[in-house]
């Protein structure tokens, strides 16, 4: 029973690039929910996603960033044009089918994104 | 919007020693949940709390829904070394069933 999975664990790009972030759910998981974690902080909600369909994404930053989850293959949060305001720990969470209560979500060891 | 103001930031304990922390909303919450996160590691769920009033243990942890729906607390009883890490608070509110607030932290760590 694999959990959910992330990658990569540390990623590293220069100001202006893109970064993508990977995340496979839990098995039999069709809910994905991307977090940002800052230096000391706790996380903060970014977006909710179920496959093929964005259901929130209002914690979202509207410019650069994006995310899907298509129909085969994991969940990509996408940010362009990557600024150092970026750095930051990003952490993917899972739930079941009809089950988008906040206690059924399972974390992933998350990425750790530095933008030099 | 909705914030948790968790403390303490940190603490200092000695093995064997119990731990209490808390959290306290400006609002009100529905469920509060209690995560531990070890270091390069994402949070683990150590408790959910449903109910005003509702105290659950988790082995030595045990934690409470306040009354007022504002606060909610954690205790560690005879802390063990396995105990160190960041635990975190968060609750869920009226906004939404899935959206949890997080306070920032409480990390504990225990004295050789």
């Known amino acids: 029973n694999a959990g959910v999975m992330q990658n990569p664990r540390h990623l590293v790009r220069r100001r202006g690039q893109e970064a993508r972030l990977r995340c496979s759910p839990m098995?039999?998981?069709?809910?994905v929910y991307w977090y940002r974690q800052l230096p000391e902080e706790g996380l903060k909600f970014m977006v909710y996603l179920q496959k093929e369909n964005i259901i929130d994404e209002s914690g979202m930053p509207k410019e650069r960033f994006s995310a899907e989850f298509p129909k085969e293959g994991p969940s990509i949060l996408r940010i362009q044009q990557v600024v150092r305001g970026d750095s930051a720990a990003y952490f993917c969470?899972?739930?079941?089918?009809?089950?988008?209560?906040?206690?059924?979500?399972?974390f992933g060891p998350g990425t750790r994104l530095l933008v030099l | 919007g909705q914030q948790l103001n968790q403390s303490p930031q940190s603490m200092f304990i000695q093995e064997g020693e119990d731990v209490s922390m808390n959290c306290t909303s400006s609002s009100i919450f529905n469920t509060w949940l209690w995560y531990k996160q070890d270091p390069g590691e994402g949070p683990v769920l150590l408790i959910a709390?449903?109910?005003a009033g509702e105290l659950t243990s988790n082995g030595r942890l045990t934690a409470q829904f306040g009354i007022t729906r504002k606060d909610s607390f954690l205790n560690i009883s005879a802390s063990i070394p396995s105990d160190v890490g960041i635990y975190f608070c968060?609750?869920?509110?009226?906004?939404?069933?899935?959206?949890?607030?997080w306070g920032a932290g409480t990390k504990l760590i225990i004295k050789p």
């Open positions: 098995k039999g998981h069709s809910h």
């Open positions: 968060a609750g869920q509110g009226d906004s939404s069933n899935y959206q949890l607030i």
């Open positions: 969470a899972s739930s079941p089918p009809g089950f988008s209560g906040v206690k059924t979500q399972y």
């Open positions: 709390l449903y109910k």
